[in-house]
Each structure stands twice: as structure tokens, then as C-alpha cells.
């Protein structure tokens, strides 16, 4: 699953969610429990299941090691 950054427009918090990809709405405010939250940038899960030079999660070599 890909990491997503969302920040709360209410109270300006800033967290991230491990998110299905076809997860509809986003997740509540962590902190204010607001549900006006926007979703900044995705990206690859890079460090816990990916290494960030093949973005695949089925890598072999980066499901295991991390390598540059
Ligand atoms: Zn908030």
C-alpha cells in the first residue's frame, strides 16, 4: 500500500496514512477529528516495502534490503 500525506485545512496538521489505492475518502484528522483533510502528495512506500529506484513492491532484492 503507498503512503499518502494528508494535511488537516482546519487546524493545519500534517500526518500520514497507509491507504488502499481505492480507498474513496480520506482518513479523519488525527489530532482535531476534522473531516476537512486534503491529500498532498503519494508516493512509494520507500524503506518499508520499497527501495525507491524500482518503485515495485515485488522487487526481490528491495523487499528485503534496501539497496542504492
Ligand atoms: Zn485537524
Same mark, same amino acid.
Given at each position: 500500500? /503507498? ?16 491507504? /488502499?489505492?481505492?480507498? /474513496?475518502?480520506? /482518513? ?22 520499497? &527501495?525507491? $529506484? &524500482? ?7 528491495? $523487499? ?5
Amino acid at each position: 500500500m /503507498p503512503i499518502y500525506e494528508y494535511q488537516c485545512k482546519d487546524c493545519g496538521e500534517e500526518f500520514e496514512r497507509l491507504m /488502499p489505492l481505492s480507498s /474513496p475518502t480520506a /482518513p479523519d484528522c488525527p489530532k482535531c477529528s476534522g473531516r476537512n483533510v486534503k491529500k498532498k502528495i503519494s508516493r512509494p512506500a520507500s524503506g518499508k516495502s520499497g &527501495c525507491g $529506484s &524500482c518503485s515495485s513492491t515485488s522487487c526481490s532484492s528491495c $523487499s528485503t534490503t534496501r539497496h542504492s
